[in-house]
């Protein structure tokens, strides 16, 4: 059983700003959880906050277990991806290392992910050459090489093209079809169409709207979340 | 005129023939910077990787202190450890006054908080741009140490080669807490201090080569791990 976040009263305050919050949520215990909203609108302090990278104000965090323990099965693919000054191949296998899987299994599994994101003939290049977009594919096979229980992905896919975007999107519902949990923040309608099973949707730190996904894009409840979906500028 | 063309024919037949004090003189010049950088290394480096991740009370005083240091005039370095190691001094008795160990103490105290500063900058760098990753992971603290310096190896080589460089052309210190005695404390700077003062170019002139010739390697080789960086050759 995957062990979901659940927010209460959670407020995120810096240098006196408000930039989340407070936000009550509980997420359903399986499938994708898209986070929708403009520019600024806290998708990623959101996606932060649950992963307990970013300190709560006010409020809190809950797991089954601490937040601390929680993090341990879950990974984050950060908006603009961290790539380690190391091959591919050593990026790929980072998480393994740490871990503590040994030399055989680790190495397959970084020839098979390798695979998966069309980067096996560049095992040894060094990653930080990689272009933005192949950059984004290693930061997400390195993300679920480990197997998370939990994956939280903040727009993976803003620098890709077509094709790229749809590898990536093949990958995600793999992951979601194993029984991964993801949460996922983009400002793609049409991905976040295809791939979430309910929505969150979040202007100017507030939580405007939580649905199932076909109720939220079908009859949102607000009218920002309609405007949103019709391209309009919120205000 | 002459004597300066002079002095430089002299001075290359003295390198060409690999000349017994010019050898000697090189040689030991090397090892007391070569030792004195490994010993301000250990300390230096892992300092500056501390200084940039771990967040402590006292940690801003602490660079300052660091910084402050780097500024402090060699020559002076050299009369306090003079005074320290004197016979009247606290630590006369250990009769290392006047030998290399008192050169190479004086080196280490110059060079360590240049090194550790060069350090700390990068790592603090490098940290910046993998902090979250690191968090994400559950690094610990130790593999996140490790991880910096693995991975910042080339940033830490060319601040100990910014300790060697200084060490190597350091004079002040070194000639007051080491005498200059011929055969036993004569380095490269401190014997182009004499020869130059007694008149003999081409001693002072294939001193000065030699030299040279160690502070364009370290440089070309500070360049060359910068374009390595750039390059992202591993
Ligand atoms: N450490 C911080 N200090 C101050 N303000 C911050 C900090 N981090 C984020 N913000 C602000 O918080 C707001 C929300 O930022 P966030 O990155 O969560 O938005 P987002 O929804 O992910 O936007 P985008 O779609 O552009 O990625 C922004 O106005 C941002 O400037
Ligand atoms: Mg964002």
Redesign the interface.
């Known amino acids: 059983m995957v062990s979901v976040p659940q927010l209460s009263g959670a407020l995120v305050r810096r240098r006196g700003k408000r930039l989340l919050g407070p936000i009550d949520l509980t997420l359903a215990a399986a499938g994708l959880t898209v986070v929708l909203g403009p520019n600024g609108a806290g998708k990623s302090t959101l996606l932060r906050v649950m992963h307990g990278l970013e300190r709560l104000s006010e409020g809190s965090l809950n797991y089954e277990n601490t937040p601390e323990l929680a993090r341990r099965s879950q990974a984050f693919v950060f908006q603009s991806p961290v790539i380690l000054r190391r091959s591919v191949a050593e990026n790929l296998a980072y998480p393994l290392r740490l871990n503590g899987t040994g030399k055989a299994p680790r190495e397959a599994a970084v020839a098979d992910w390798a695979a998966r994101i069309g980067l096996s003939d560049a095992l040894v290049t060094p990653a930080p050459r990689l272009s933005g977009g192949e950059k984004q594919k290693l930061a997400l096979a390195r993300a679920l090489i480990a197997r998370p229980d939990l994956l939280f992905l903040d727009e993976p896919t803003s620098n890709l093209d077509g094709t790229s975007m749809r590898e990536i999107e093949a990958l995600i519902a793999d992951a979601v079809a194993g029984g991964t949990r993801v949460i996922l923040a983009t400002h793609d309608l049409g991905q976040a169409r295809r791939l979430a099973s309910d929505a969150v949707f979040l202007v100017k730190g507030q939580l405007i709207e939580a649905a199932p996904s076909p109720q939220f894009f079908d009859t949102p409840a607000t009218a920002q979340a309609r405007a949103f979906q019709n391209g309009d500028i919120l205000e | 005129m002459d004597e300066i063309a002079a002095g430089l024919v002299a001075a290359l037949r003295l390198i060409v023939t690999l000349d017994s004090d010019l050898v000697e003189i090189s040689l030991r010049s090397l090892q007391v910077s070569l030792i004195a950088v490994l010993i301000a290394s250990a300390i230096a480096l892992p300092l500056g990787a501390w200084l940039a991740i771990h967040r402590f009370r006292f940690r801003r005083a602490t660079i300052a202190v660091l910084n402050a240091l780097m500024g402090l005039p060699p020559v002076v370095v050299g009369l306090i450890i003079y005074i320290l190691l004197s016979r009247a001094g606290p630590f006369g008795g250990l009769g290392l006054l006047f030998t290399v160990k008192a050169m190479i103490i004086a080196q280490v105290i110059i060079i360590t908080p240049l090194i550790a500063s060069i350090a700390h900058q990068a790592m603090r760098d ?1 940290w910046a ?2 902090h ?2 690191l ?5 610990s603290k130790w ?1 996140r140490i490790h ?1 910096l310096i693995r ?2 190896r080339r940033a830490l080589l060319t601040a100990s080669l910014a300790g060697f460089g200084r060490a190597i052309g350091e004079v002040g210190a070194i000639i007051v807490v080491g005498g200059n005695i011929d055969h036993a404390t004569r380095v490269l700077t401190t014997a182009i201090a004499l020869e130059t003062g007694k008149g003999d170019f081409a001693l002072a002139l294939g001193l000065g080569f030699v030299l040279i010739a160690l502070a364009i390697g370290v440089s070309i080789t500070t360049h060359w791990l910068a374009r390595t960086e750039k390059d ?3």
Do not use: H
């Open positions: 490098l741009e993998y979250d990753l968090i994400s992971l559950n690094t593999q991880t991975d910042g992202s050759r591993w």
